[in-house]
């Protein structure tokens, strides 16, 4: 498992297209522990060739849902117009983890938007009422 999770790291941090298609070949894997982790490396490269392998993931019901739930904040970094409206449906999916991802992911998704800093927002002090 060691020489798996190196050789993912290794190629995030190559980058480009290749990398990613070969990265997206190891979503096939039997482990759901490393398709988890393949789905956040794809969330970190926010590369858009990656959004169809995400999309289907996060459509399988019958994957695991920690390995939806990172789809979908994968999704969510990527941030394009299909990703947002898949987003958007399975916010509603009866496997709360994967809901609240999803609603997670498209809440950054308008704070990232909003032009706001989160470092401002961080260091204000709590309202207490």
């Known amino acids: ?31 759901a522990l490393l398709r988890h982790e393949v789905a956040y490396v794809l969330g970190q490269l926010q590369n858009k060739a990656a959004s169809a392998a995400l999309s289907d993931i996060l459509k399988n019901l019958n994957e695991h849902p ?3 739930h990172e789809a979908a904040e994968a999704l969510g970094s990527i941030a394009d117009e299909e990703s947002v409206a898949l987003l958007e449906k399975f916010a509603m999916d009866p496997e709360p983890i994967v809901s609240q991802s999803c609603e997670v992911a498209l809440s950054m998704l308008d704070f990232e938007r909003s032009g706001k ?13």
């Open 117 to 129: 800093s989160f470092e401002y927002l961080y260091m204000q002090a709590p309202q207490v009422q």
């Open 1 to 31: 498992m060691y020489e798996r999770y190196a050789a993912l790291f290794a190629l995030r941090n190559h980058g480009g297209d290749d990398a990613i298609m070969a990265i997206v070949d190891s979503l096939g894997c039997q482990s």
């Open 66 to 68: 920690m390995v939806r």
